[in-house]
């Protein structure tokens, strides 16, 4: 699969091992930063990210920041992203199934390592259910 990247300075640490585990299970990474632990906005990345996937640039994103709450708040304006803040593979899985959420948002100081690398490979492997849950999707679309 191909797979945007990006991250603030609170999820870098996390985004470098988690790029580590995709190449290592032969997806194709696009990084789009940070590349360092410098402070920086976390709203540009996620706009940065969003942008490229709604332009085709790969078939799903991951996104970091310290919570994951701010990049999502950003990832979320932007119509037809589903950014799903996750917390452990249960909601990971979930947010595949019933929400198709084409972004997987993680907290870089919120999350252990261990459990970001089991989400992110249940979210990959995890199919969208489609059926009543794709009718709710376009409920979501506002018009
Ligand atoms: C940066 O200090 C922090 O605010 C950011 O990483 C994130 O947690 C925002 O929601």
Request: aromatic share 4%.
């Amino acid at each position: 699969m191909r797979i945007l990247i990006a991250c603030d300075h609170g999820g870098y640490v996390l985004k470098q091992l988690l790029m580590e585990q995709l190449q290592h299970h032969g997806h194709e990474v696009i990084d789009l930063g940070t590349d360092g632990p410098e402070s920086v906005d976390y709203p540009d990345y996620a706009h940065r990210l969003c942008r490229a996937l709604l332009d085709g640039m790969a078939d799903r994103g991951i996104l970091l920041c310290g919570t994951g709450i701010g990049v999502s708040i950003a990832a979320n304006r932007h119509a037809g992203i589903r950014a799903a803040l996750c917390h452990d593979e249960s909601t990971a899985r979930l947010s595949r199934q019933h929400n198709d959420a084409n972004v997987l948002v993680m907290g870089g100081r919120t999350t252990g390592p261990a459990t970001a690398q089991a989400m992110m490979m249940v979210w990959l492997a995890t199919a969208f259910e489609g059926g009543r849950h794709q009718r709710r999707l376009e409920l979501i679309e506002l018009k």
